[in-house]
């Protein structure tokens, strides 16, 4: 069983950046692709981007483009996702998703594995 785990939430002043962390607990051969999502109060979860590992193909939300970066490093299991210019309304819980299978959806149903979240608040 493949287990995520997310680190580097926090809080940050509007215009301000982070950086968050997916490791994940297996050898990655299991996994093609890993996304994030982003789920506000009361609002459903939605795609900021994803990596297909081994092709190192990016694809990104377009409200997200110029902005934030998403990138894998293959050796270390993990994925990372740098976040600059932050909005107010950006606040939410950040997840990482994996699947096995080739291709890079943006429905978070299409993803098997899922971490439990992180939570990044943007100050106005």
């Known amino acids: 069983q493949v287990q995520l785990v997310e680190s580097g939430g926090g809080l940050v002043q509007a215009g301000g950046s982070l950086r968050l962390s997916c490791a994940a607990s297996?050898?990655?051969?299991?996994?093609?692709?890993i996304a994030w999502f982003r789920q506000a109060p009361g609002k459903e979860r939605e795609f900021v981007a994803a990596?297909?590992?081994?092709?190192?193909?990016?694809l990104y939300a377009t409200f997200v483009k110029g902005r934030f970066t998403i990138s894998g490093d293959n050796a270390k299991s993990t994925v990372f996702l740098q976040m600059n210019s932050l909005k107010p309304e950006e606040t939410a819980v950040y997840y990482c998703a994996g699947k096995g299978t080739t291709g890079v959806p943006t429905a978070h149903l299409a993803y098997n594995y899922w971490g439990q979240g992180t939570q990044v608040t943007v100050s106005s």
């Open positions: 297996k050898r990655p051969f299991s996994i093609d692709t």
């Open positions: 990596i297909a590992l081994n092709r190192g193909s990016t």
